[in-house]
């Protein structure tokens, strides 16, 4: 049973910087597909960031170049490094699974995903 459990949350300031990790367990990690959602209040969950068996990552515009997403593959550890954060990124951030098929850039898209965690909140304050 694939299980997923996030953990770093917390509150900070505009600008300020956290980092997100995910231990997963339950399957063979390094051949699935990751991810980073978000969800914030009255809103729809929607995908962060995404990164391939092969290391590659892709993001949402709206966090290119304050977020970074990485993988240990020997420790079944997803992690997510947030800098620069405003007050829009606040929500609740899941971490996700899906299953790799197809060819490259398989996992850019975020209707791959269906394994879930419970998330952990990030409050961001101006």
């Known amino acids: 049973q694939i299980s997923l459990v996030e953990s770093g949350g917390g509150s900070v300031q505009s600008g300020g910087s956290l980092r997100l990790s995910c231990a997963a367990s339950g399957y063979i990690y390094s051949t699935y597909c990751m991810s980073w959602f978000r969800q914030a209040p009255g809103k729809e969950r929607e995908g962060v960031a995404t990164?391939?068996?092969?290391?590659?990552?892709s993001y949402v515009d709206s966090v290119k170049g304050r977020f970074t997403i990485s993988r240990d593959n020997r420790k079944s550890t997803l992690l997510l490094e947030m800098n620069s954060l405003k007050p829009e990124d606040t929500a609740m951030y899941f971490c996700?699974?899906?299953?790799?098929?197809?060819?490259?850039?398989?996992?850019?898209?975020?209707?791959?995903?269906?394994?879930w965690g419970q998330g952990t909140q990030v409050t961001v304050s101006s």
């Open positions: 990164i391939d068996t092969d290391g590659s990552t």
């Open positions: 996700s699974a899906g299953t790799r098929g197809g060819g490259r850039g398989y996992c850019r898209s975020f209707a791959r995903y269906n394994y």
